[in-house]
């Protein structure tokens, strides 16, 4: 049972230039999370797609914006990236908005890097 | 406000006891989580524990939950090398968020 699969697993971006991240979710999960995860510190929300709806924001700015499609995977898409964007950037997908008992399943996540 | 709070670093011999800490802000956290992160990986969900719950213990993992102190702690015995990595507190809230938060981890260091 594949978990939750992430790509590009790298990237190098140059300042002003636009990115998209994709996510696919663990079987039977109908809920993706997307967290931003800077160098030393604990990853931060940005958005939770279900039902192929935002359903939360944390404090991004518009610049962030997703997509969630039919097959529940999804996109975290960045414009006008900036150099304070380079981190990791982790999907999470969950059964229900919730997560239920269980918590999150995360992905590997995706280095980007902006020059 | 949501805040969790964590110590950054520990350092244990192999084959002692860890324990990391944490504190949370919020009294109407519903769930509370303990996650590993691996150099150049996600994150693992190890444990977690219901905030009606004072205790659990899953083999070498233990999970204490002091609420009135808001104070939670993973303890793990016969440490190996291999549990070297960043270990994150979480906690999820009652109050209409679904979202959990996260500290800023602990990265354990284990040494022979």
Same mark, same amino acid.
């Given at each position: 049972?594949?978990?939750?699969?992430?790509?590009?697993?790298?990237?190098?971006?140059?300042?002003?230039?636009?990115?998209?991240?994709?996510?696919?979710?663990?079987?039977?999960?109908?809920?993706?999370?997307?967290?931003?995860? /800077? =160098?030393?510190? !604990?990853?931060?929300?940005?958005?939770?797609?279900?039902?192929?709806?935002? *359903?939360?924001?944390? $404090?991004?700015?518009?610049?962030?914006?997703?997509?969630?499609?039919?097959?529940?995977?999804?996109?975290?898409?960045?414009? /006008? =990236?900036?150099? !304070?964007?380079?981190?990791?950037?982790?999907?999470?997908?969950?059964?229900? *908005?919730?997560?239920? $008992?269980?918590?999150?399943?995360?992905?590997?996540?995706?280095?980007?890097?902006?020059? | 406000?949501?805040?969790?709070?964590?110590?950054?670093?520990?350092?244990?011999?192999?084959?002692?006891?860890?324990?990391?800490?944490?504190?949370?802000?919020?009294?109407?956290?519903?769930?509370?989580?303990?996650?590993?992160?691996?150099?150049?990986?996600?994150?693992?969900?190890?444990?977690?524990?219901?905030?009606?719950?004072?205790?659990?213990?899953?083999?070498?993992?233990?999970?204490?939950?002091?609420?009135k102190d808001?104070?939670?702690?993973?303890?793990?015995?016969?440490?190996?090398?291999?549990?070297?990595?960043?270990?994150?507190?979480?906690?999820?809230?009652?109050?209409?968020?679904?979202?959990?938060?996260f500290g800023?981890?602990?990265?354990?260091?284990?040494?022979?």
């Open positions: 049972d594949a978990g939750v699969t992430q790509s590009p697993t790298h990237l190098i971006k140059t300042r002003g230039q636009q990115v998209t991240l994709r996510c696919s979710p663990k079987s039977g999960h109908d809920t993706v999370s997307w967290y931003q995860q /800077a =160098l030393g510190q !604990g990853p931060q929300f940005i958005f939770q797609y279900y039902e192929e709806e935002e *359903r939360q924001r944390g $404090n991004f700015p518009d610049r962030f914006s997703g997509h969630q499609f039919p097959n529940y995977s999804s996109e975290l898409n960045v414009n /006008a =990236l900036l150099l !304070g964007d380079s981190a990791l950037y982790l999907c999470a997908s969950s059964l229900n *908005r919730d997560g239920s $008992n269980y918590g999150y399943t995360f992905g590997s996540g995706t280095r980007l890097t902006v020059v | 406000g949501e805040d969790v709070e964590q110590s950054l670093f520990l350092s244990v011999r192999e084959g002692d006891s860890s324990v990391i800490n944490c504190t949370y802000t919020d009294s109407s956290s519903t769930y509370l989580y303990w996650y590993k992160q691996e150099p150049g990986a996600g994150l693992q969900l190890l444990t977690y524990i219901f905030s009606n719950m004072d205790m659990k213990q899953d083999q070498r993992l233990t999970v204490l939950l002091n609420k808001k104070h939670l702690s993973l303890r793990i015995a016969d440490t190996q090398t291999g549990d070297s990595a960043i270990y994150f507190c979480a906690e999820k809230f009652a109050g209409g968020s679904y979202i959990p938060t800023r981890g602990t990265s354990l260091i284990v040494h022979p």
